[in-house]
């Protein structure tokens, strides 16, 4: 069981290597409803930018998975909706460049 609320993998990626995924959105919050998007239709669309889930709590994981010792390649902003919504998504990059080993990439529809 995964035990970070924010955090899941690292996944192995033929493109990116070992990719620890951070997830910038609440469910389902997208600009799109795209039809062959994973995780099905977005019931609302919007382009209202948005601190949650908080930034702090999400580095605050990134900084425990850290200690667990495990390793990634790069820390990857995607997961349940649009990763460009969270006004703070610039933070996570600082964070990653100044505290991490690993090169950051952003999955975005945008």
Not at 44 to 59: G, L, M, S
Not at 68 to 81: E, K, L, M, P, V
Request: proline letters at 8%.
């Amino acid at each position: 069981m995964n035990p970070f609320r924010h955090l899941f993998g690292p996944v192995l990626s033929r493109r990116y290597g070992r990719s620890l995924g951070v997830d910038l959105a609440v469910p389902k919050t997208c600009t799109l409803n795209c039809r062959f998007c994973q995780l099905g239709p977005t019931p609302q669309t919007t382009v209202t930018r948005a601190d949650t889930p908080p930034v702090d709590e999400i580095i605050g994981e990134l900084r425990q998975w850290l200690t667990t010792g495990q390793s990634a390649d790069f820390i990857t902003a995607s997961g349940s909706g649009e990763p460009t919504l969270h006004v703070r998504f610039g933070d996570l990059f600082r964070f990653a460049r100044a505290e991490t080993p690993c090169r950051s990439l952003l999955l975005s529809n945008g």
